[in-house]
């Protein structure tokens, strides 16, 4: 089965500075793999997702993401963090196409101080 | 489109009543998920639908689940008898069909307490 691992918990950055939030798969083949944002209170919102092709990929609000086969991650970016950003960060695996469920890692929570 | 809806948002009961979460997918959504997501268990994946009939209820923690969807617009999750351990937020999300059907979109979440 596949499995998600966002190895940091807890993330503080300064607001300006900018920001990588780790994610590793585990699974046979290439998944499909996505971000997702959870502000307090909120569902969870699609930032990005990846298929096929290429391997960077821009999602909305200024985020990208790149999928390393040989490393098995998909790591998320963004070059300058505003204050809005802070919420809980979920990258999710789903398998190839006829398979519908995903499989969401434990999450990443997002700190921005000033 | 107003996007997945999900009522109540905020439900208290006490241990051993009956709580029904809905959800009201998107329309011309084809595929309906119930997650449930804790502290200690992250965001766990019960049950989900396809064009009204459960694909996969391996998620659903024990007989005191049950999930229906009687029609494309609208799903029940209910707990009988709930007990402190249910409590969770659940969240409902649906997709369409064909390659979209791995992106979900989420609804706000119903925030269940059992005391």
């Known amino acids: 089965a596949q499995s998600v691992t966002q190895p940091d918990i807890h993330i503080t950055v300064s607001e300006g500075a900018s920001l990588e939030l780790r994610c590793n798969y585990s699974?046979?083949?290439?998944?499909?793999l996505f971000w997702y944002v959870q502000s307090p209170g909120q569902g969870l919102q699609l930032l990005l997702k990846?298929?096929?092709?290429?391997?960077l990929v821009q999602g909305i609000k200024g985020f990208e993401a790149e999928f390393k086969r040989s490393q098995s991650s998909f790591n998320l970016r963004k070059p300058s963090v505003h204050w809005s950003d802070a919420a809980e960060y979920f990258c999710?695996?789903?398998?190839?196409?006829?398979?519908?469920?995903?499989?969401f890692g434990t999450g990443t929570r997002l700190t921005i101080i000033p | 489109d107003a996007g997945v809806i999900q009522s109540p948002r905020h439900e208290v009961t006490e241990m051993g009543q009956e709580v029904t979460l809905r959800c009201k997918p998107i329309?011309?959504?084809?595929?309906l998920f119930w997650y449930r997501q804790t502290m200690m268990r992250g965001l766990e994946l019960l049950i989900y639908f396809n064009n009204n009939v459960p694909i996969d209820d391996s998620g659903m923690p024990e007989d005191r689940f049950s999930a229906k969807m009687p029609n494309a617009s609208f799903s029940t999750l209910k707990i009988q008898p709930s007990e402190p351990r249910d409590s969770a937020v659940y969240f409902c999300?649906?997709?369409?069909?064909?390659?979209?059907?791995?992106?979900?979109?989420f609804g706000a979440g119903s925030r269940l307490t059992v005391l």
């Open positions: 990846y298929f096929s092709g290429d391997t």
């Open positions: 329309s011309g959504h084809d595929y």
């Open positions: 999300a649906s997709s369409p069909a064909g390659s979209g059907a791995n992106v979900l979109t």
């Open positions: 999710a695996v789903g398998l190839n196409f006829g398979n519908e469920k995903l499989t």
């Open positions: 699974y046979g083949a290439t998944p499909y």
